[in-house]
């Protein structure tokens, strides 16, 4: 069964057109995560779902039901806002569960549902504070507890973690995925973080500018990217785009290589100097300027002597490249 | 290091300024309340002085207390401020809600349309105004000032209060939405508290004009039952003679309510402004 299935859905805000022709499915229990830069529409997209705001044309379909005239308390969906949204003035008990009393469930339901929630994400001895009372971290817990105590069809995270230290986001990141295999429920993620959407998905949607640019596990997406768009998105340090450096590619076509698949050789096709090193104990990064002026970024395993100035060759395996024609769409035979 | 704390001569002029301020302000409120305790020869002889053992006196507040009627104009006028404050409070935040919140046809000039009133004054329609009321019945009665206040009040409540409403969360709206909450719920419960400090506002701005109006009550209202206490009062300044002890003595207890009324709002004020900027 699908937990959720959009078909052609645009938004306009005025005249200026968001969501160009959406098209998507979510299967039961799976995670999806819209990856894509700020401003490409993923909340829009997940306000369109959660029924926030209307589609333009197109219809939304969650669970068995067509949607697009349900408001929102009555999809069977719960969102998890950037910034926490709690209501200030009720306890993380209270916040957690007042969708619940609003259903007009009845007390004891309401007071089971929010102590297991609580106890699941260690919220119990904050029961009777306010939001205020509490951290970033622990806001993020309660909002998400509100969500898991209305036992929804479908979750929707809006950039859970952005507001969070380093630190923290990892931690959160991990409880996320704990809950997401606890519960077994499908879950929609928004995130302009690529390693967010890498670590996390089930199934990844890249977005640009509206329009759905790829979908793909994970892996999918790194190894076989269907534009130079997707391409540079996924992945960190992100991929390397040579018009020059590599002799033998024709003219407008690029070549895209990862950092990772390139090593330094005494008789590599690149050639350059380094003109900066990061070493990252299990990692070294070097950035190099190629002999045609082009900016290379190479990471070598483990710790690496190169210092800046020096001069390197750089090879890389032919299965590894990648090429795009002109249109930035992937180019499939490597023209010979 | 803070910055005063290095540069005292900054505090110290700040402070300076402010209690120069505060003491030219306060100033007549003093002159007044001083010689609303003293004998009629008294005040004139030594307006600045403070009631001396035999220059105190309570006759003015005897006078306004016998003319009896102080009590009901009293009343009149706290009815007045505090239903015309409550209307403007309540409308003028529903209509900041609609105008910040719904994306609707002509959402921009119907606001513009709103503000309108906060340039033009409402006295110019004074003739209009009371055409109106005669013909609707409502001359003399409080409910005629109560409306011509709320209309005055309005624009620059669904102003101020608007633009506060647009900066309210709208994750936290959304958050309402999913969990049921009625746009009315999501409007009292969940906004209003918020925009607490601007309605704190709005209610300081306008309360002093309406409780000190004498303009409307004179030509709305001038039956006895009806009469404010601005008004009211009125009757100790007669042509010729004025019964200043009187006059004083009412003008000084008019101070009290709006004092009362005043530390109640600006408290919201200043814990809504704190509790934002602290969080
Ligand atoms: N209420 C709105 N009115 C007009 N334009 C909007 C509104 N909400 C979003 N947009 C526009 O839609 C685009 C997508 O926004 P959004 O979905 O928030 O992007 P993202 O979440 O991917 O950063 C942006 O260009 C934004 O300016
Ligand atoms: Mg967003």
Not at chain 1, 79 to 104: C, R
Not at chain 1, 168 to 190: D, G, Q
Not at chain 1, 253 to 269: K, V
Not at chain 1, 308 to 327: H, I, K, P, Q, T
Request: hydrophobic fraction near 45%; charge should be neutral; glycine fraction near 8%.
């Amino acid at each position: 069964m699908t937990a959720l299935k959009l078909e052609n859905v645009n938004k306009f805000f005025g005249s200026v057109h968001v969501l160009k022709d959406i098209n998507l499915t979510v299967e039961d229990g799976e995670f999806v995560v819209f990856v894509g830069p700020s401003g490409c529409g993923k909340s829009t997209l997940l306000r369109v779902i959660a029924g926030l705001e209307d589609a333009s044309s197109g219809t939304v379909t969650i669970g068995d039901d067509v949607v697009n005239t349900v408001p929102p308390a009555k999809r069977g969906i719960a969102m998890v806002f950037q910034s926490y949204a709690l209501y200030p003035h009720l306890t993380v008990k209270d916040n957690m569960g007042l969708g619940l009393k609003q259903e007009g469930q009845p007390r004891a339901v309401v007071e089971e549902r929010v102590s297991k929630a609580s106890k699941m994400l260690d919220l119990e001895e904050y029961a009777t504070r306010r939001p205020a009372e509490l951290s970033g971290g622990q806001r993020q817990r309660v909002a998400i507890g509100r969500a898991i105590v209305r036992d929804p069809k479908l979750f929707l995270f809006d950039e859970p973690l952005s507001n969070l230290d380093a630190a923290l986001r990892m931690n959160t990141r991990v409880e996320i995925a704990e809950l997401h295999r606890t519960l077994s429920a499908s879950m929609i993620y928004v995130t302009h973080d690529q390693i967010e959407a890498m670590t996390l998905a089930d199934k990844i949607v890249v977005l640009r500018d509206g329009r759905v640019e790829q979908v793909g596990t994970p892996m999918e997406l790194y190894n076989n990217p269907a534009n130079r768009f997707v391409a540079s998105f996924l992945g960190s340090p992100s991929m390397n785009f040579l018009e020059r450096s590599v002799p033998d590619v024709p003219d407008g076509q690029t070549i895209g290589i990862r950092p990772e698949h390139l090593r330094l050789a005494q008789s590599g096709r690149i050639s350059g100097m380094v003109t900066h090193v990061e070493r990252l104990g299990g990692d070294t990064n070097l950035l190099v300027n190629t002999d045609q002026g082009e900016t290379v970024t190479v990471r070598l395993f483990g710790q690496d002597p190169t210092e800046v100035g020096d001069v390197v060759r750089l090879e890389f395996a032919e299965d590894n490249a990648f090429y795009f024609n002109e249109a930035q769409e992937r180019i499939f035979e490597a023209a010979a | 290091m803070t910055q005063t704390r290095r540069i005292p001569g900054t505090a110290i002029a700040a402070h300076a300024v402010l209690i120069t301020y505060t003491i030219i302000a306060l100033f007549p409120v003093f002159v007044i309340l001083i010689n609303s305790f003293k004998t009629r020869r008294a005040i004139f002889r030594d307006p600045l002085g403070l009631p001396t053992e035999e220059t105190f006196s309570l006759i003015g507040y005897q006078t306004v207390f016998k003319q009896g009627d102080f009590f009901l104009y009293f009343q009149n006028s706290m009815i007045v401020t505090v239903v015309s404050l409550t209307l403007i409070l309540l409308f003028g935040a529903m209509a900041a809600f609609a105008l910040a919140e719904y994306r609707f046809k002509g959402n921009t000039p119907m606001g513009l349309y709103l503000a309108l009133g906060i340039m033009i004054p409402i006295r110019i329609g004074t003739v209009a105004i009371l055409e109106m009321m005669v013909s609707t019945g409502l001359v003399n009665t409080l409910v005629a000032l109560i409306l011509v206040y709320t209309a005055q009040g309005l624009p620059l409540a669904v102003f101020i209060l608007s633009e506060f409403m647009k900066g309210v969360s709208d994750d936290l709206k959304n958050a309402g939405r999913i969990d049921g909450l009625s746009e009315y719920k999501i409007f009292f419960r969940l906004v209003l508290p918020l925009v607490r400090p601007a309605m704190a506002t709005v209610a300081v701005f306008n309360m002093i004009p309406i409780w000190n109006d004498l303009w409307f009550p004179l030509i709305l209202a001038p039956a006895e039952e009806v009469k404010t206490l601005t008004l009211g009062s009125q009757v100790f300044i007669g042509q010729f003679v004025t019964d200043w002890n009187a006059v004083l003595s009412a003008l000084s207890m008019a101070i009290l309510p709006v004092m009362v009324l005043y530390v109640i709002f600006s408290r919201q004020l200043i814990r809504g402004i704190t509790s934002g900027a602290v969080k």
